[in-house]
């Protein structure tokens, strides 16, 4: 059983850059997908970005198209979220997500590891 843990969240201005990373042990981190969502303030959790095991396939949400970017280094068991023009709409709570497999899924309900979360506060 995998357990992952996030960090890198923090309080920045609109139009900052912040790196997510999200650390697994217990598991060969290597046959998870994985993905992250975030939960706005007063807002359910949603889909923001997801990653296959190898790195190969990768997927956004339209809302961080261009801005955010996922990517993997299984060596070091570990998922980063690259986010470029911060706005204040992304101001959440983040969370690191893996499902056992290549599958890649946007929906929450079909991760069964979770991150503890990580704030990210953008200010305007």
């Known amino acids: 059983q995998v357990q992952l843990v996030e960090s890198g969240g923090g309080l920045v201005q609109a139009g900052a850059s912040l790196r997510l990373s999200c650390t697994a042990s217990?598991?060969?981190?290597?046959?998870?997908?994985a993905a992250w969502f975030r939960r706005p303030p007063g807002k359910e959790r949603e889909f923001v970005t997801a990653?296959?095991?190898?790195?190969?396939?990768?997927y956004y949400t339209d809302s961080v198209k261009g801005r955010f970017t996922i990517s993997r280094d299984n060596a070091k068991g570990t998922v980063y979220l690259h986010m470029n023009s911060l706005k204040p709409e992304d101001t959440a709570v983040y969370y690191c997500?893996?499902?056992?497999?290549?599958?890649?899924?946007?929906?929450?309900?079909?991760?069964?590891?979770w991150g503890q979360g990580t704030q990210v506060t953008v200010s305007s």
């Open positions: 990653i296959s095991w190898s790195g190969g396939s990768t």
């Open positions: 217990g598991g060969t981190f290597s046959t998870y997908a």
């Open positions: 997500a893996a499902r056992l497999g290549d599958y890649v899924s946007i929906r929450n309900g079909e991760y069964s590891y």
